[in-house]
């Protein structure tokens, strides 16, 4: 069975600093894998995805991933931290449907 | 602004009531979905249909019943709920039933249930 780990329940970061947000993923074939962002009270918004094309991928908002498979990891990267990006985060996994992991909240402090 | 819309956004039922929940896309999609969210949780899939057909039932209990009428809508009857049942309801779409197929999410209804 597919499934992703994320590092990490809370980030908190500075405005103008790297957020490193990290997603972890276990599975049998090369996976797809999603980010998806969540603001208060609202649904689920994709970020980016991976399909195996290439290995970073650059998604909206600043937002990129890169994919390593011999780390298994996909982690979310963004060079520098604006107070709208505190949200939660969530990594996700897709074969025969789509699997998320816990979620990262993330904080921005001024 | 979400293109997967759906209604009502709030919820108040009791545990006796009958209601449900709406969800409506114009894009085409041919894959429709509900998810069940808790608090600080991810989203837990429900059910799958894919061209208007059943295709995943994550072994939900019965009181929950979803319908498909057709490709652009997707409805879940609600009847006799539990307390424990109340969470964010989101429904989402995607292009086909396909394992790169990204989803889009409505902005979900928030269910209590007293």
């Known amino acids: 069975a597919q499934s992703v780990t994320q590092l990490g329940s809370h980030v908190s970061v500075s405005e103008g600093a790297l957020v490193l947000l990290r997603c972890n993923y276990s599975s049998s074939v090369p996976p797809y894998l999603f980010w998806y962002v969540q603001y208060p009270n609202q649904g689920l918004q994709l970020l980016l995805k991976?399909?195996?094309?290439?290995?970073l991928v650059k998604g909206i908002n600043g937002f990129e991933a890169e994919f390593k498979k011999s780390e298994t990891s996909f982690h979310l990267t963004k060079p520098s931290a604006h107070m709208s990006d505190a949200a939660e985060y969530f990594c996700a996994v897709s074969n025969n449907d789509m699997r998320f992991g816990a979620g990262t909240r993330l904080t921005v402090k001024p | 602004d979400t293109e997967v819309t759906q209604t009502p956004k709030h919820l108040v039922m009791g545990m006796t009531n009958k209601k449900s929940l709406k969800c409506e896309q114009h894009m085409g999609h041919r894959a429709m979905y509900w998810y069940k969210q808790k608090a600080k949780k991810p989203p837990e899939l429900m059910f799958v249909?894919?061209?208007?057909?059943?295709?995943i039932n994550e072994s939900v209990p019965s009181r929950f019943s979803p319908e498909c009428p057709n490709s652009s809508l997707l409805n879940l009857h609600l009847h006799a709920l539990q307390p424990e049942d109340s969470a964010l309801y989101l429904c989402?779409?995607?292009?086909?039933?396909?394992?790169?197929?990204?989803?889009?999410f409505g902005n979900g209804t928030r269910l209590t249930v007293t």
């Open positions: 249909y894919s061209y208007e057909k059943l295709s």
């Open positions: 991976y399909t195996s094309a290439a290995t």
């Open positions: 989402a779409s995607s292009p086909k039933d396909s394992y790169n197929s990204p989803l889009h």
